[in-house]
């Protein structure tokens, strides 16, 4: 388990961006799943982006496709979340996460199958 380093979030009207980014360790990100999950109240963690670095796979929750954008940054062990045309239940508490493997290519969507995390982003989208 390491903690991530992330940035970003923030307070924005609807309609309105933000980015997120979050800088892993060269063991992880070079062959690793790294994406953010968010949290509100009462809720499990539900994944939003995912991307296995290494390779083509990427997800996207139903509820943001279209709006956010997953990216890397090789050079910096980073990846980024573009997030546009926020809305108000876009607000929750973001989590960066890691996890050293992916699953044959593909990045598991439960939070439970990732160790590393950051220490969270407030994200609030007011109407």
């Known amino acids: 388990q390491v903690q991530l380093a992330e940035s970003g979030g923030g307070s924005v009207q609807a309609g309105g961006s933000l980015r997120l980014s979050c800088a892993a360790p060269?063991?992880?990100?070079?062959?690793?799943?790294l994406g953010w999950f968010r949290q509100t109240p009462g809720k499990e963690r539900e994944g939003v982006a995912l991307?296995?670095?290494?390779?083509?796979?990427?997800y996207y929750a139903d509820s943001v496709k279209g709006r956010f954008t997953i990216s890397q940054d090789n050079a910096k062990n980073t990846v980024y979340l573009q997030m546009n045309s926020l809305k108000p239940e876009d607000t929750a508490i973001y989590y960066c996460?890691?996890?050293?493997?992916?699953?044959?290519?593909?990045?598991?969507?439960?939070?439970?199958?990732?160790?590393?995390w950051g220490q969270g982003t407030q994200v609030t989208v007011s109407s």
């Open positions: 996460a890691a996890r050293a493997t992916s699953s044959r290519g593909i990045c598991p969507q439960l939070f439970k199958a990732y160790n590393s």
């Open positions: 060269s063991y992880i990100y070079s062959s690793g799943c």
């Open positions: 991307k296995y670095i290494a390779g083509g796979y990427t």
